[in-house]
């Protein structure tokens, strides 16, 4: 459910717990599909720019995506660069910073909201397997 149809439901109403459950793995999805399956290297991030752009991508803008995430599908200028920046103007920007990680040879990762979704679930499936094999398989003794 849509975080502004949230607050539309009484808070004395069994609807907004039903409402703010729903909203736990909205929220979730949309920073984390962003983030988790980017890669972070102390080696190839080198200044905050480079390692703010590499460690983020956006999901492509359209009117669902931009609705479903309320334009944080513009993760590299809401996060990274332009926090104080009203949403809504994210999109004026992303050319400018898409030209700008051009200049310096930065990908600016922009992908489609089921990639997004799909490269974040292998990202926990990999990282889950590692710390089984680290934790399960390998106790400590």
């Known amino acids: 459910m849509h975080p502004s149809l949230i607050t539309r439901v009484p808070a004395h109403s069994s609807g907004r717990g039903s409402a703010a459950f729903l909203e736990s793995p909205w929220i979730a999805y949309v920073t984390q599909m962003s983030h988790i399956p980017m890669k972070v290297s102390k080696e190839e991030n080198q200044d905050w720019f480079s390692t703010q752009v590499l460690a983020t991508c956006n999901v492509e ?26 949403r809504h103007n994210y999109h004026k920007v992303a050319p400018l910073v898409k030209s700008l990680c051009a200049k310096h040879g930065l990908p600016y990762v922009n992908k ?4 997004a979704f799909g490269d974040t679930l292998r990202a926990l499936k990999k990282y889950g397997a590692l ?10 003794t």
């Open 61 to 86: 803008e359209s009117f669902f995506n931009d609705w479903f995430t309320e334009h944080l599908n513009f993760q590299i200028e809401h996060q990274d660069l332009f926090p104080t920046m009203p």
């Open 112 to 115: 489609p909201m089921l990639k």
């Open 131 to 140: 710390w089984k094999e680290a934790y399960c398989m390998h106790p400590q």
